[in-house]
């Protein structure tokens, strides 16, 4: 089964920036895609973007749109988030997911990392 692991959050000040990292347990993952969510305390979750393992191609939640980058290394079976300008709005708990091409539903999901931005 896929297996996702996070990390690279942390603390960072208003307009910096922070890299996160998502690692699938597959060597391949030939029609996946994988989703980037975040959800704050007492608020829904967010879907911040995704990427297709295969294709490369993005797609970004309008909050995020401009400041965040997704990117893959498939040979290192990761998937990148690199979040620039960030913004106290930014603080949450980020999970990356995956799902079939063929499916709607993210069914596998990573434990979460903290990104908190604050002075």
């Known amino acids: 089964q896929v297996q996702l692991v996070e990390s690279g959050g942390g603390l960072v000040q208003p307009g910096g920036s922070l890299r996160l990292s998502c690692a699938v347990s597959?060597?391949?993952?030939?029609?996946?895609?994988v989703g980037w969510f975040r959800q704050a305390p007492g608020k829904d979750r967010d879907f911040v973007g995704h990427i297709g393992l295969n294709s490369g191609s993005v797609s970004y939640g309008a909050p995020v749109k401009g400041r965040f980058t997704i990117s893959r290394d498939n040979a290192k079976n990761t998937v990148y988030l690199q979040m620039t300008s960030l913004k106290p709005e930014d603080t949450a708990v980020y999970y990356c997911?995956?799902?079939?091409?063929?499916?709607?539903?993210?069914?596998?999901w990573g434990q979460g990392t903290q990104v908190t931005v604050s002075s």
């Open positions: 997911a995956a799902r079939s091409v063929y499916r709607g539903t993210y069914e596998y």
């Open positions: 597959r060597r391949t993952l030939s029609s996946y895609v």
